[in-house]
């Protein structure tokens, strides 16, 4: 009976290891760029805010998401600290940061840039 248990637990315990691994890093980190420390992903493409969201909740829908696409979250993503998880009117879940969502901008196509700064005077690096 021991010999079918172990594997059984082995498995629980690294997919438990996997999901806190998962939930507790930060999604995204601090960079440095032409225009000061920002927020950037995994791939260090700096982040956005956008001055018609609300606290905790997207505004940006439909073709503006197709220009600014938000840091999408993993369905078991959660809340820790200054990051927080919200849900957008589709039902997917967007990272946001002191309660401001994030977003990416189609027109940085290179890690460090900053183009969508001040687009429309609503949209801004996200800061650390």
Request: charged letters at 20%.
């Amino acid at each position: 009976m021991k010999l079918f248990l172990r594997p059984a637990v082995l498995a629980g315990a690294l997919v438990a290891a996997s999901v806190a691994l998962a939930q507790g890093a930060a999604p995204a980190k601090v960079a440095d760029t032409s225009k000061g420390k920002a927020l950037v992903d995994a791939k260090g493409m700096t982040l956005y805010t956008f001055d018609r969201d609300t606290a905790g909740k997207s505004a940006c829908n439909g073709q503006c998401a197709q220009n600014w696409p938000p840091l999408m979250a993993a369905g078991g993503a959660a809340a820790s600290g200054d990051w927080s998880v919200v849900t957008r009117d589709d039902g997917s879940k967007q990272w946001a940061y002191k309660g401001k969502p994030l977003y990416l901008w189609v027109k940085d196509t290179k890690p460090g840039e900053v183009t969508g700064d001040g687009v429309n005077n609503v949209w801004h690096i996200a800061a650390p």
